[in-house]
C-alpha cells in the first residue's frame, strides 16, 4: 500500500477539542453555535443560543439514535445544561451514551473552536494484521497484537469506539486468575470446563474451543488487569447474574466515569476506556493507526486466502493489503435478516447499530461453515411499536397481575416465578415468538406501570390502547381474543381456569402462588409481546487458533475471529454465563492477535 494521507480519528491523536468552562457562572459570547458529538448510532448534532452571556437554549438536531430510548436523554440534557449553564451535567440513565453526544456537542459548540478532520499519515507501507472493529474483541487483538510488535490498523464504522460493550455491564469470566487467588478463591481450568458441560450440556458447544477458551480465560483477565490497566474495583469474583457456576469467577471492572456503584450495569466502558489508553500508546509509537467512521465493506480473498480488506476511508473505497486479518465486529444482533433466518419469525433488538453481522457475511463469502447458529438467548416482552429496534416493553418484572399466552390462547409458565432461562424459552419457542400479557384494571398500578421504555408509561400505555395494534382493549374474553387474534375458545378456557384457580388459593397449572389475582370482570387487555436480543451466541466454526473452517474442516487461511462473533453457544453452550461475553472479547482478542502476529512473520 503507498502511503497514503488518511483520516485518521484516534482519540489521543486527532479529537483534540478544547474545552469550555464548566462553572455555572462562566459566561460565553452571544450568537448561535452548533456542535457535532458521537452517539450510539451516529453523530449527533446540536444547536447552542447564548443570549446575555447565558446559554438560553439546547436544541438537539440530526442524529440516528435509538428511538425510545435515546428520548429521555433528548427531552432532559438540553434543559438540564440550561439550568446548570454547563454541559457537565449527570447523564440520563439508561441512555448515557446519547446523554454524553449531547454534552460533548454543546461542548464543541462553545469551546470557540470546531474540531477539524486532521490528515494523518499511517505511519507504515503496510500494516502486518488488519483489525475489522473497535468494539472490545477489536481493540483486545488491536493491543495484543501492537504489544508483539506488528504494525496494526484497525477499521471501525461507527464514530466512537467500544461497540456493545461502551453499555454493557462490566462481568469477565476467567479461571486461575490473580484476581480469585487474591480473594482466596480455588479454581481450576478443569472447574470451568466442566461448567460448560453442567450448565450448557454436552454436545451443545465446541470441545476444542471450549477447552480453548477455558485455559485462556484466566489469562485474558489477568492481563487486562496488569497489562492494560482494567480497574477490577474491590477485585471480589462472584457467580455472576445467570446460572451459578461452580465458583466464584466472574470479575467486574469499574465503569469508565469510577462510580463502583455501576460496575454491573455499565461497567464494560471501563475496558473500553483502558483499552483505548493503551492502544494509544502504541499510535503515539506509531505501529497502530485507528480509523473512525470507515467501514470494511469486502474482504479481498486470493487463491482461497483472505488477504485484505475493502473499505470506505474519507468517503473513498479503498483496498488494502495484510499478511492477517482479525474479524471483530460483533454479532449478528442489529441484522434484521440474520435472526430471522436462524432464529426468530419476530423479534426486535437491543443491541448496537455497530452489530450489523457483515462479518458473518465475511465468512460466508470465504466458505466458512456455521457453527450453534441455532441458539440464540431471547430476552421477552419487547413490544414492536418502533418497528425491529427494541424501546417498549411489558413490565415482566414488577407488575403482579397479567398472565402469558401464545396464540393459542394457553399459558406457559408460572408467571411471578419465571427465570431468565424460562423467560427465554417461553418467548423463544412461542408460535410466530409473539407472547400475549393478559390482565384486567385491577393489574394497572401507576407504582409499578405496566410497560417500560416511555417517559410517561401511562400516556403511552393510553396511546397504544387507543391505536390498537399492540395493546388490545374489550369487554370480554372472547372479544379480546378475536382482536388480538388468539385461539378465542382456548383463552375464555384459560381465563376460567385461573379464575377457579385465584379462588381455590392453588395454580393447578403451573404452582404459581403469588398475586393470583382473579381477572372476573372487563374490560381486559392484552400486549401483543416478541422477544428481542442483546447478544447472538453461534457464529463461524472455527479451531483454537481462532481460523475459520469450511465444512470440510479446512482451514480458510490469512483471517482470525474474536469476540461475539465467535459464538459463546460455541463456546459455554445453550446457556448463559456471566462474562462469557467480555471473556470472548479478550480471550479471543488475544488469541486471534497471537496468531495473527505469527503468520505475519512478526
Excluded at 469508565?256 to 489508553?277: C, N, P, Q, W
Aim: proline content about 4%.
Amino acid at each position: 500500500m503507498n502511503k497514503t494521507t488518511k483520516k485518521v480519528l484516534s482519540l489521543a491523536l486527532c479529537l483534540c477539542m478544547p474545552l469550555f468552562a464548566s462553572s455555572a457562572l462562566a459566561e460565553y459570547a452571544d450568537g448561535s453555535y452548533t456542535g457535532v458529538g458521537a452517539g450510539m448510532g451516529g453523530d449527533v448534532n446540536v444547536s447552542v443560543t447564548v443570549e446575555g452571556g447565558k446559554i438560553v437554549s439546547v436544541e438537539v438536531g440530526e442524529h440516528n439514535e435509538t428511538p425510545g430510548i435515546s428520548d429521555p436523554a433528548i427531552e432532559q440534557i438540553p434543559a438540564a445544561i440550561v439550568e446548570a449553564q454547563s454541559a457537565d451535567v449527570e447523564a440520563v440513565s439508561g441512555a448515557t451514551v446519547t446523554s454524553n453526544a449531547i454534552k460533548e456537542a454543546v461542548k464543541a459548540a462553545l469551546s470557540g473552536e470546531q474540531a477539524e478532520e486532521e490528515g494523518v499519515v499511517i505511519p507504515f507501507e503496510q500494516p502486518d494484521v488488519i483489525v475489522i472493529g473497535a468494539g472490545m474483541a477489536g481493540l483486545s487483538s488491536a493491543v495484543r497484537a501492537s504489544q508483539l510488535g506488528a504494525n496494526v490498523l484497525v477499521f471501525e464504522q461507527m464514530p466512537r469506539i467500544g461497540g456493545s460493550a461502551a453499555v454493557a455491564g462490566g462481568s469477565i469470566v476467567g479461571a486461575e486468575t490473580i484476581i480469585e487467588k487474591e480473594a482466596g478463591i480455588e479454581d481450576s481450568i478443569d472447574l470451568l470446563y466442566a461448567d460448560f458441560g453442567r450448565l450448557g450440556g454436552e454436545g451443545n458447544y465446541n470441545p476444542e474451543v471450549a477447552r480453548k477458551f477455558a485455559e485462556r480465560a484466566g489469562t485474558a483477565v489477568d492481563w487486562l488487569d496488569t497489562f492494560v490497566g482494567v480497574n477490577f474495583g474491590e477485585r471480589k469474583p462472584t457467580y455472576g447474574s445467570y446460572e451459578p457456576l461452580n465458583v466464584n469467577r466472574v470479575h467486574f471492572a469499574v465503569p469508565e466515569d469510577g462510580d463502583v456503584s455501576k460496575s454491573t450495569g455499565r461497567g464494560g466502558s471501563g475496558f473500553i476506556s483502558a483499552l483505548k489508553a493503551k492502544l494509544d500508546e502504541y499510535i503515539a509509537a506509531g505501529n497502530a493507526c485507528l480509523l473512525l467512521e470507515s467501514p470494511v465493506t469486502d474482504i479481498v480473498i486470493e487463491d482461497g486466502t483472505i488477504t485484505g480488506v475493502v473499505a470506505q476511508i474519507n468517503g473513498v473505497e479503498t483496498t488494502i493489503k495484510a499478511p492477517s486479518t482479525i474479524i471483530a465486529t460483533g454479532g449478528y444482533g442489529h441484522n434484521e435478516a440474520w435472526l430471522k433466518e436462524y432464529n426468530f419469525t419476530n423479534v426486535a433488538t437491543s443491541t448496537p447499530a455497530s452489530a450489523t453481522g457483515s462479518g458473518y457475511d465475511f465468512a460466508r463469502k470465504a466458505g466458512a461453515a456455521f457453527s450453534g447458529m441455532d441458539f440464540c438467548t431471547a430476552y421477552g416482552g419487547a413490544i414492536p411499536a418502533t418497528g425491529f429496534t427494541k424501546s417498549l416493553a411489558a413490565n415482566l418484572y414488577t407488575n403482579p397481575g397479567p398472565i402469558w399466552v401464545g396464540l393459542n390462547g394457553e399459558r406457559f409458565t408460572d408467571e411471578t416465578n419465571a427465570d431468565s432461562k424460562v423467560r427465554s424459552d417461553a418467548w423463544t419457542n412461542a408460535e410466530e415468538n409473539k407472547v400475549f400479557v393478559v390482565f384486567t384494571d385491577s393489574a394497572i398500578n401507576p407504582e409499578m406501570p405496566i410497560i417500560t421504555g416511555a417517559a410517561d408509561p401511562a400516556a403511552k400505555f393510553a396511546e397504544l390502547v387507543e391505536e390498537g395494534k399492540y395493546v388490545f382493549k374489550a369487554d370480554t374474553v372472547a372479544e379480546l381474543a378475536e382482536k388480538a387474534g388468539i385461539n378465542a375458545d382456548a383463552l375464555v378456557k384459560t381465563v376460567e381456569t385461573y379464575n377457579a384457580d385465584c379462588k381455590a388459593g392453588k395454580d393447578s397449572q403451573f404452582g404459581r402462588e403469588k398475586n393470583l389475582n382473579a381477572m372476573e370482570e372487563g374490560p381486559y387487555y392484552a400486549i401483543m409481546t416478541i422477544p428481542y436480543v442483546l447478544i447472538t451466541s453461534g457464529g463461524p466454526r472455527i479451531n483454537a487458533d481462532a481460523q475459520m473452517l469450511t465444512e470440510d474442516g479446512t482451514v480458510i487461511p490469512g483471517a482470525y475471529l474474536a469476540g461475539e462473533i465467535v459464538g459463546m453457544g460455541n463456546v459455554c453452550g445453550h446457556t448463559t454465563i456471566g462474562g462469557i461475553g467480555h471473556g470472548n472479547c479478550a480471550t479471543w482478542g488475544m488469541i486471534a492477535a497471537e496468531n495473527a502476529v505469527a503468520n505475519a512473520g512478526k
